[in-house]
Nanobody, 125 residues
Framework: QVQLVESGGGLVQAGGSLRLSCAPS????????MGWFRQALGKEREFVAA????????NYGDSVKGRFTISRVSATNTMYLQMNSLKPEDTAVYYCAASRPSSSPNVKPTEYDYWGQGTQVTVSS
């Protein structure tokens, strides 16, 4: 069983930046593809970004392209989401997720097997 631990959320003014981190806890033997989703109050979970662990291929949701960057450090099995030029509409709970390896970044929540507990990101105007 893979447990994911997120960190780095908080309150920031519009135009500011935050970096989220996600790392698996416990014993992990399999390299997974990973991704970020977010869910604002009263809305459905939205795809943010995903990365293929082997090779680093990435994919982004349209609303964050050019502002967010997903990355990973293989040596520590840690994934990051660098968020720049934040907007109030980026306010949401951000979740990291892990899936079985595939050749393409997974963009649907149903493609992921493990989820973190979520971290709140609030962007004030």
């Amino acid at each position: 069983q893979v447990q994911l631990v997120e960190s780095g959320g908080g309150l920031v003014q519009a135009g500011g930046s935050l970096r989220l981190s996600c790392a698996p806890s416990g014993r992990t033997f399999t390299i997974y593809n990973m991704g970020w989703f977010r869910q604002a109050l009263g809305k459905e979970r939205e795809f943010v970004a995903a990365i293929v662990w082997s090779g680093g291929r990435t994919n982004y949701g349209d609303s964050v392209k050019g502002r967010f960057t997903i990355s990973r450090v293989s040596a520590t099995n840690t994934m990051y989401l660098q968020m720049n030029s934040l907007k109030p509409e980026d306010t949401a709970v951000y979740y990291c997720a892990a899936s079985r390896p595939s050749s393409s970044p997974n963009v649907k929540p149903t493609e992921y097997d493990y989820w973190g507990q979520g971290t709140q990101v609030t962007v004030s105007s």
